[in-house]
Structures are given as structure tokens and as C-alpha cells.
């Protein structure tokens, strides 16, 4: 069995296997659009199942639906038990407009040492780098006391119905074990000639709301025959961007602003201008405090009218809404009505799709992951600043089984996360990332499991 150094050392040497690896992943357009059938996720699925047995890495397809498969894989510990879950998805968000991309979405392009596609750092980056970490413990023989299981799961990106959520309804026992790795953290941010990075410890709230928007319908040449619902959804509109949130500084980010040289001691009253600061030197900074200092409610989506010559009398508005932990369905009607008081033809309906969720940040994987990013990066500086997520991950499936689940990808520290563009257009993952990324998923298993 090799040492760790030399492991950590071997993955330099397998950067053309990590860029193909990466490549061959984004090129399975695993696009899951939310109405069925879609995703295709099998495809992905069989792809890694023959590529783990290259190394004697056996693993099962579980399908919750024809095409929708969900992929477990484990390197066999003493006890038998999980130890660690390596956390993935195989599904994408659909491409809205590939005419506007530098390349085409699906080719896996390199490009100024970057390889873009959709799903190349959400979340394929992710399974390349779990995948080939477990690859490079089998193929060195090293002993491991508990399971390091890998799961790369369907359907996250509308839900995780037919993923980690018919997994945990179906096989929680398969997704149990003591600690968990997935998306939603792990990026750098450079501030005061220091480094930190984000630990994902937790997640916002999602919830979807549809409003009804209703008037009158009239031929569009006697507008005044009737009540245009376009108009009262202008007003609506016009309320919704004009809404001010509650400023909430509850959140665990905001008791680590010194690590940031930022002097000042936040509160409700404050938080804005100490964004505002921080807006020109640190934008990523800036965007995360203030996305988890309010609750946001964002259109979306617009459906409406049935024909050209004809007043619509119908409009249906989709709002993305993400809460704070201590925000409830309650709490958001409270807003609403707020919003749309004295706004006649108004109904809504609030569907809630993820409860806030939380794992602690004191832990013994929360040691493992700084120490592993700090030889990663080859430094001893680099602190974990815990956060929660402003969008939802798998990792709400398996808290509630009690599983300690932390968001962190290990990117490089001279790769730019504005880069990342995950569900944007030009969506791309840094070829050093992918390196950095399975050093920590090697260093964080080995010292976590293995038999020294």
C-alpha cells in the first residue's frame, strides 16, 4: 500500500484521465427537463458501472423508473458498515439557447485550460473527482476499516424524486452512514491575505409558488370591453422587484466575518453597507452574504393568453422562492398577501419542495476536509467558513437520517467560481479543480477510513 503523499502525487500524473473521465461524463446529455419521461440517467450510470470494473470496483443500477437509475458503488471495509458517502448527480438542467455558448453543450470543449459543457461542474466535476479518488485507493490496495460508498443519484435537479428521495424512501440504508460529501460547497474566496473556504453545512428552504393572475377576456380591438390580466401582472410585477425583505443575520456565516477583515460586527441594520464594502473587492463574497441574509422571491415563468387579437383574461406567474431556516410557509403567506394586497384577480398556491436543513459545523469530517484542502492546495492558512447553500441539494435527503452531510467540492484556489456558470451559458469546470477536488475526496476517505 502506498503512503498518501505518494497517492496525492499519482493524481498529478493522471490529469488526461481526469479530463476524459470529465469529457466522456458531459457527453451523456443526461438532460432532465422535469416532465417524464427524461433524464436518462441509466446511460450515465452504466458508463461508471464499466468504468469502475476496470479496476474490480463492483457496483449496482437501481431504477426507480425506466432510464431513471441511481448508481451505488463501494470499496468493502473491515466492518462491513458505511463509513463515508461520496455524494453526486447524474442529471442536468436543459440548455435554453445553445447559439449563445462558445462551444457546443454537450462536446466536453477544453479551452484555456477550462472544460465546458452542461453539467461540467454540476455535477459531473464532482462524481470525476469521487470517482477517480476511489479508483486510485482500490488500485493502491489500501485497507479501509468502514465502507466508502459512492452514490451518484437521478432527478436532483427537479426534486431528487426519482433519486435520493425514492432512495431514502426505498433503501435508507443504503444512504446511511455516519458522514456524507456532496455538492453545494468548497469554493475559495481570497480576502485579507488570507483563504477560506465554504463548508456547506446547511441549505435554504425552496418552495415554488404559482399565482393566478385573472381578468376579463375581450377582442384585443375593444381592449376596454374588458380587464387585461397583463396589466394587473405589471402591478404584481412591479411589487415583487420593489419588495424589501426582512434582514436576518441568524445564519453561521455571519459570526465569521473576521476572517474576512471585516471589522464591523453585523446585525439587521448594518448587513447592506458591509455588502455594499465588499460588492467591487470580493462580488462572490458579497453575493453569498446577501442571499443568506434575506429571503428572496424571483419570477420565473409566465404562461398566459390564448391568442394575438385576443385581451388574455388568464396569466400564470411561476415564482422561485428561497427561505432562511427560521422562514415557514406561514411566514412567506404572510409576504405575500403583503405583496399582492389591493392587486384584484390574485390567487397563489405555495408548493414546498425543500425544508431548510442543517448539519453541525464541529466535526470530525469538518477536520478532515480542512486538512485535506490544505495539502491539496500544498498550504497550512486555509480555514472552513461554514454556510448554508442558497439553493437545495441531496444533502436534505440524508440529514434527516442522520447523516453529518457537508457541501464541498475542493476547488482550486486560482480557479474563479464566477467561471462555473452552473446552469448558465458556457458552464465549465477548471482542469486544476478536477485535480484539486480528488485529492481532498482521496486525502478525506483515506484519513477518515483507512487502516494505518
Known amino acids: 500500500m502506498r503512503t498518501l503523499d505518494s497517492m496525492l502525487t499519482q493524481i498529478d500524473s493522471l490529469e488526461s484521465d481526469l479530463i476524459q473521465l470529465e469529457q466522456d461524463l458531459v457527453r451523456i446529455p443526461s438532460i432532465n427537463t422535469g416532465d417524464m419521461p427524461t433524464g436518462n440517467e441509466t446511460q ?3 458508463y461508471v458501472q464499466d468504468w469502475l470494473q ?13 432510464n431513471r437509475g441511481n448508481i451505488i458503488a463501494s ?3 473491515e466492518s462491513g458498515d458505511n463509513g463515508l458517502l461520496f455524494m453526486s448527480h447524474t442529471d442536468v438542467v436543459p440548455v435554453e439557447d445553445d447559439s449563445k455558448w462558445s462551444f457546443p453543450p454537450f462536446n466536453g470543449e477544453i479551452h484555456e485550460d477550462r472544460i465546458y459543457g452542461r453539467g461540467a461542474s454540476d455535477c459531473k466535476g464532482l462524481l470525476t473527482a ?4 476511489m479508483r486510485v485507493l482500490k488500485e493502491n490496495n489500501v485497507i479501509l476499516r468502514d465502507n466508502l460508498s459512492l452514490i451518484s443519484a437521478a432527478d436532483e435537479e427537479h426534486g431528487g424524486r426519482f433519486g435520493f428521495g425514492w432512495l ?3 433503501h435508507p440504508a443504503k444512504i446511511t452512514a455516519p458522514f456524507a460529501i456532496n455538492e453545494g460547497g468548497g469554493s475559495p474566496i481570497e480576502a485579507a491575505r488570507s483563504l477560506a473556504y465554504v463548508l456547506g453545512t446547511g441549505e435554504k428552504g425552496r418552495l415554488q409558488i404559482e399565482i393566478s393572475v385573472t381578468g376579463d377576456s375581450s377582442h384585443a380591438s375593444v381592449p376596454w370591453q374588458g380587464t387585461n390580466a397583463l396589466y394587473r401582472l405589471s402591478r404584481l410585477l412591479e411589487r415583487i422587484q420593489s419588495y424589501k425583505p426582512e434582514l436576518n443575520i441568524s445564519t453561521d456565516i455571519f459570526q465569521h466575518l473576521s476572517k474576512f477583515a471585516i471589522e464591523h460586527i453585523p446585525s439587521s441594520s448594518n448587513v447592506d453597507d458591509i455588502i455594499l464594502d465588499q460588492e467591487e473587492q470580493n462580488p462572490q463574497l458579497a453575493s453569498m452574504l446577501k442571499a443568506l441574509s434575506r429571503m428572496t422571491i424571483t419570477p420565473t415563468m409566465v404562461k398566459g393568453g390564448v391568442k394575438s387579437n385576443s385581451v388574455p383574461e388568464q396569466i400564470q406567474l411561476t415564482c422561485d422562492v428561497r427561505t432562511l431556516p427560521n422562514q415557514d410557509e406561514a ?3 404572510t409576504e405575500l398577501d403583503k405583496i399582492t394586497q389591493d392587486i384584484p384577480g390574485i390567487t397563489y398556491e405555495i408548493d414546498y419542495m425543500a425544508v431548510p436543513n442543517s448539519s453541525p ?5 469538518a477536520t478532515h476536509i480542512k486538512t485535506a484542502i490544505n495539502r491539496a492546495m500544498g498550504r497550512t492558512d486555509i480555514n472552513l467558513i461554514p ?6 441539494t441531496d444533502s436534505r435527503f440524508t440529514r434527516p437520517l442522520g447523516v453529518t452531510t457537508y457541501g464541498f467540492s475542493g476547488s482550486d484556489y486560482s480557479d474563479d467560481p464566477m467561471l462555473a456558470r452552473a446552469h448558465g451559458t458556457d458552464e465549465s469546470i477548471g482542469i486544476k479543480s478536477l485535480i484539486s477536488g480528488t485529492k481532498v475526496m482521496l486525502s478525506v476517505a483515506y484519513d477518515l477510513l483507512a487502516v494505518t
Open 54 to 66: 476496470q479496476s474490480g470496483i463492483a457496483s449496482e443500477i437501481l431504477e426507480s423508473a425506466p
Open 387 to 392: 454556510a448554508i447553500s442558497t439553493g437545495f
Open 331 to 333: 411566514y412567506l403567506r
Open 44 to 46: 450515465v450510470c452504466e
Open 75 to 77: 470499496l468493502m471495509g
Open 361 to 365: 459545523f464541529n466535526s470530525e469530517l
Open 168 to 170: 431514502a424512501e426505498n
Open 130 to 133: 469521487q470517482l477517480m479518488a
